[in-house]
């Protein structure tokens, strides 16, 4: 498959509890980005990373949110503590190096905090 | 601040008809734009992408650039029900480090059999 794979599709966790949500980009692709999307909402924008580096985290809340992108394995999203308001839709996309390369995305995790 | 501006709709057109989908974004030297669909519950897929001023059509598809008055549009020829979802605009701004992308909130289309 040479589609952005996304795991896990739905992961329910209780407050306080840790997320991890895994990315890997389309293979040739070696810029990976995390949106978040709640319920009849457009996409937020939280951060954008290349292979062990982040380039810009501005979406992303300063306090236990943290993303990263080892130069083996997957993209890694953790929220830790995770409270209701995290509840939602968290899309992984990623692009060729190329400047002007357009965006591909994988299929989303849906978090649930009970 | 970089914005990315589209009509929220919901636009509502009978099947057959072209439906218009207009976007607007703030930065005069905005260079890539793209389209993309996404369905209720599913994923973002994309639909085309445009760099040069004018029109570019893939199929049903028919996207137009206008620089100088900063709008891209998409047009849906002989509308079907399968197109009903939300229509995003996504801009690459310039200078930044990367390839980075911002997005509109996305207009909802509705088509009617």
């Known amino acids: 498959n040479a589609g952005v794979m996304q795991n896990p599709r739905h992961l329910v966790r209780r407050r306080g509890q840790e997320a991890r949500l895994r990315c890997s980009p389309m293979k040739g692709h070696s810029h990976v980005y995390w949106y978040r999307q709640l319920p009849e909402e457009g996409l937020k924008f939280m951060v954008y990373l290349q292979k062990e580096n982040i380039i810009d985290e501005s979406g992303m809340p300063k306090e236990r949110f943290s993303a990263e992108f080892p130069k083996e394995g997957p993209s890694i999203l953790r929220i830790q503590q995770v409270v209701r308001g995290d509840s939602a839709a968290y899309f992984c996309?990623?692009?060729?190096?190329?400047?002007?390369?357009?965006?591909?995305f994988g299929n989303g995790t849906r978090l649930t905090v009970t | 601040q970089k914005e990315v501006e589209q009509n929220s709709g919901p636009l509502s057109v009978p099947e057959g008809a072209i439906a218009s989908l207009n976007c607007t974004y703030s930065?005069?030297?905005?260079?890539?734009f793209f389209w993309y669909r996404q369905y209720s519950g599913k994923s973002p897929e994309l639909i085309m992408f445009?760099?040069?001023?004018g029109d570019k059509e893939d199929g049903r598809f028919t996207a137009q650039l206008n620089k100088a008055s900063q709008y891209v549009s998409l047009l849906i020829r002989d509308s079907q029900p399968s197109d009903s979802a939300t229509y995003l605009c996504?801009?690459?701004?310039?200078?930044?480090?990367?390839?980075?992308?911002?997005f509109g909130t996305g207009t909802s289309l509705t088509v009617i059999p």
């Open positions: 996504a801009v690459n701004f310039i200078p930044l480090p990367g390839n980075q992308f911002y």
């Open positions: 445009i760099y040069s001023n």
């Open positions: 930065d005069r030297g905005s260079q890539s």
């Open positions: 996309a990623s692009s060729r190096e190329v400047y002007n390369s357009p965006l591909h």
